[in-house]
């Protein structure tokens, strides 16, 4: 009787959980439809996103801005996130895999990076060589990817708008 | 190799443990020294920070704590169910692949193959060899469990038999691997059936479970063994620590979308997960409140022991991280502004590090003369508790300090409103600013960080001198 109490039950909470926690979200927000924002992403951007995950940007960088709007003159949601651009939305990443919301922000949110710089020159510049264009930032050169890598990285940031 | 001696397979896990936990430490002291100095050993691709963070994150949680767990339940089971452990030979099979995989787990980090997901960063080959580890060790201890020789099932069997089943599961689910594999994106080969905000939703499922329903409940389990074998008295209450096991096994599973507070996610999720987490102090209060009662007029056991020692701070870590997690990072007004910020690594830090690291110490220091026939040298025993508590305090204090400061400053904001075209200008201050008032919170870290990578090289000279004190 006992065994068969700690293996039903273990088993059976755990089981309810996993379908309020995993089953139901992937039902709701699985493979959801684009919209205007979604983030598209060229076959070379695609290969710059590769490159954003197996370098580990996302350790340090989010890409979520959370929400917030100007109401009488005063923030309200997340007054940290007001100078970041338009809250995201979960249709933006219908086309991420994996996701990259990150959860830290060593160095600062990417959801709009595309939007704030549009340019290509600096961007590969400041992956070359932070410090060179940013002054006081502490993060990593990537000089050790090549030209075409650093490329296809930033056609990646680029897409982020 | 694959001796058939008895407790071998225990004493083995346990060493390989704190010799990952050296490694794995000591990768972590490289990463916070490369937050001073970016270009550090920069120009080498796996050496970047990038490369190595994951190698110090997964090193400490599969490394070091789950083969220290998996040695002390192979210890510790056995007696509970008045047996001996089903296959030895198993059991030390079971640590050189285990040691196989880490080994390669941390190499192919090095090599850049990561999954992109964290705490599952490995690829699926790896997923597969880890699952395929827990299978191992399901095997050889409910074939233990099979041949017991007790009716009654105390706390610890419940928690760590339970803990067992749910992790393989947990960790399946965390890494797609219960679906057709999909690759995209050539260069990492990544797997996941899962895209956009529902991939981050399993993500934290994932993560959150496999802290709570194996670091954690294995962790209570040693707890509960290990602290009647201490004090020298029964438990305060079998009856509350059943309730806790059930609370714990119904309430944690809910709780991974608190990681996403005002994320993309749906709110009903998020709304679910605080709910949950303010649970969790229910069956918190039962392992906190059955350890106080038990050790009452005991407490003087601090300064004989080291076991006793690192399980009491152990305890005490383990009820302050509890408490942090659900009344801080788990509200939305308090993780607004604490979230994305260092507030949240150090109660990682504090949940690892401190209570179930100590946990494993005080489980080692108990086991260790039964394993070996050798103490461990007193002042050894010392210096490394002190050491290592030092530089945890040093360490935390920086962490929570740097995240109030950056938090703040982030979250300071003015907006102006011109009433002629109804726009709003908002300005903040410079996130570059932010990042260098963080250098001297990065300094402490890096100055406790290595305290504590110390101590542990100090304590695994110190297992290693008893050994071959043994032969």
């Known amino acids: 009787m006992t065994p068969r109490l700690l293996i039903g039950g273990a088993l059976g909470l755990f089981g309810l959980a996993v379908f309020f926690t995993v089953a139901l979200p992937y039902v709701q927000t699985n493979d959801l439809p684009a919209w205007e924002h979604t983030y598209r992403y060229s076959e070379k951007a695609l290969r710059g996103r590769a490159i954003y995950v197996r370098e580990g940007c996302w350790y340090c960088h989010t890409q979520q801005v959370r929400p917030w709007k100007v109401v009488d003159g005063r923030i309200e949601g997340v007054a940290a996130d007001a100078d970041l651009g338009r809250p995201s939305d979960p249709r933006d990443f219908a086309n991420d895999r994996p996701h990259v919301l990150g959860t830290e922000r060593t160095g600062p949110d990417l959801a709009h990076v595309g939007s704030r710089q549009s340019s290509k020159e600096w961007h590969i510049k400041h992956l070359k060589d932070p410090r060179e264009v940013s002054d006081g930032s502490i993060m990593p050169s990537f000089a050790y990817l090549s030209d075409e890598e650093l490329d296809d990285l930033a056609d990646y940031l680029m897409a982020l708008e | ?471």
């Not at chain 2, 039962?286 to 601090?302: A, D, I, K």
Request: aromatic fraction near 16%; hydrophobic fraction near 55%.
């Open chain 2, 1 to 471: 190799m694959l001796s058939d001696k008895k407790d071998s397979a225990s004493e083995r896990f346990l060493l390989s443990a704190v010799a990952w936990l050296c490694l794995s430490t000591s990768i972590g002291a490289m990463v916070a020294l490369k937050f001073l100095f970016p270009e550090w050993l920069g120009s080498i691709s796996w050496l970047s920070f990038g490369r190595l963070r994951p190698v110090h994150t997964n090193g400490v949680l599969f490394g070091w704590l789950s083969m220290a767990y998996v040695g002390a339940m192979f210890y510790i089971l056995p007696r509970l169910l008045g047996t001996e452990l089903w296959s030895q030979r198993l059991g030390n099979l079971t640590c050189w692949l285990w040691n196989a995989t880490i080994l390669l787990g941390a190499l192919t980090l090095a090599l850049g193959l990561n999954q992109g997901v964290e705490y599952a960063e490995l690829i699926w080959p790896l997923d597969l060899a880890v699952a395929g580890l827990f299978v191992l060790v399901n095997w050889n201890l409910w074939a233990t469990f099979l041949a017991r020789s007790v009716d009654r099932l105390y706390i610890s069997i419940w928690y760590m038999f339970a803990s067992l089943l749910w992790t393989p599961l947990v960790y399946a689910i965390g890494n797609g691997m219960l679906f057709p594999v999909t690759y995209t994106g050539g260069l990492a080969s990544i797997a996941t059936p899962y895209s956009g905000v529902n991939h981050a939703a399993v993500n934290w499922f994932y993560g959150h479970n496999v802290i709570g329903l194996w670091f954690t409940t294995v962790g209570v389990g040693i707890v509960y063994y290990l602290l009647p074998k201490i004090s020298g008295k029964p438990i305060h209450s079998h009856r509350l620590g059943m309730i806790g096991f059930w609370t714990i096994a119904f309430v944690y599973v809910w709780t991974g979308q608190h990681h996403l507070l005002y994320g993309p996610g749906p709110d009903w999720l998020e709304t679910v997960s605080i709910v949950f987490s303010i649970s969790l102090l229910i069956p918190v209060w039962t392992v906190v409140y059955n350890f106080w009662r038990t050790l009452e007029g005991r407490w003087s056991l601090f300064f004989e022991q080291p076991s006793a020692k690192f399980l009491i701070l152990g305890v005490w870590w383990y009820f302050l991280t509890c408490l942090q997690g659900p009344l801080t990072n788990a509200i939305r007004p308090i993780s607004k502004v604490l979230h994305f910020t260092n507030w949240v690594v150090g109660h990682a830090h504090l949940a690892l590090l401190g209570a179930f690291t100590y946990i494993c110490f005080s489980a080692i220091y108990y086991l260790w003369p039964r394993l070996t026939g050798r103490e461990v040298g007193a002042a050894a025993a010392k210096r490394h508790f002190w050491l290592t508590t030092l530089g945890l305090i040093i360490f935390m204090v920086s962490l929570w300090a740097g995240g109030l400061v950056q938090g703040t400053v982030w979250s300071y904001k003015t907006v102006d409103v011109d009433f002629a075209t109804d726009q709003a200008a908002i300005t903040g201050i410079p996130f570059l600013k932010s990042v260098e008032m963080m250098l001297p919170y990065y300094w402490l870290r890096l100055a406790g960080g290595l305290m504590i990578v110390l101590a542990q090289w100090d304590f695994l000279a110190a297992l290693l001198r008893s050994r071959r004190a043994r032969a």
